[in-house]
Nanobody, 128 residues
Framework: QVQLVESGGGLVQPGDSLRLSCAVSGLSFSMYSMGWFRQASGEEREFVAATRWGGDTTYYLDSVKGRFTISEDNAKNTVYLQMNSLKPEDTAVYYC?????????????????????WGRGTQVTVSS
């Protein structure tokens, strides 16, 4: 059974940092591309960051470039999202997702519908 479990969310002030974790089980982690998406209240799910299987290429939403970093630890089957300089507009439920390694990942990495497995999400609230 495939499971993706996010953790690390919380309530922080603008300018603070958080590190989200997504523990993955039930699949061959190194063979999957991983993504982070977010969904604010009343909004559609939005791509945030992704890392191609093999970990050699990363992708980011323009508004988080330079502030967020996606990384993974294959030994722990875990993907991380380090979020620095948080802004109120970063407030959302953050989800991790897994996509079975596909050579064309760079053509669809931002499309939520293409991912095979999802976690249940973790809430991030940025407010003063």
């Amino acid at each position: 059974q495939v499971q993706l479990v996010e953790s690390g969310g919380g309530l922080v002030q603008p300018g603070d940092s958080l590190r989200l974790s997504c523990a993955v089980s039930g699949l061959s982690f190194s063979m999957y591309s991983m993504g982070w998406f977010r969904q604010a209240s009343g909004e559609e799910r939005e791509f945030v960051a992704a890392t191609r299987w093999g970990g050699d290429t990363t992708y980011y939403l323009d508004s988080v470039k330079g502030r967020f970093t996606i990384s993974e630890d294959n030994a722990k089957n875990t993907v991380y999202l380090q979020m620095n300089s948080l802004k109120p507009e970063d407030t959302a439920v953050y989800y991790c997702a897994a996509d079975h390694g596909n050579i064309n990942f760079e053509s669809y990495y931002s499309q939520a519908a293409e991912y095979n497995y999802w976690g249940r999400g973790t809430q991030v609230t940025v407010s003063s």
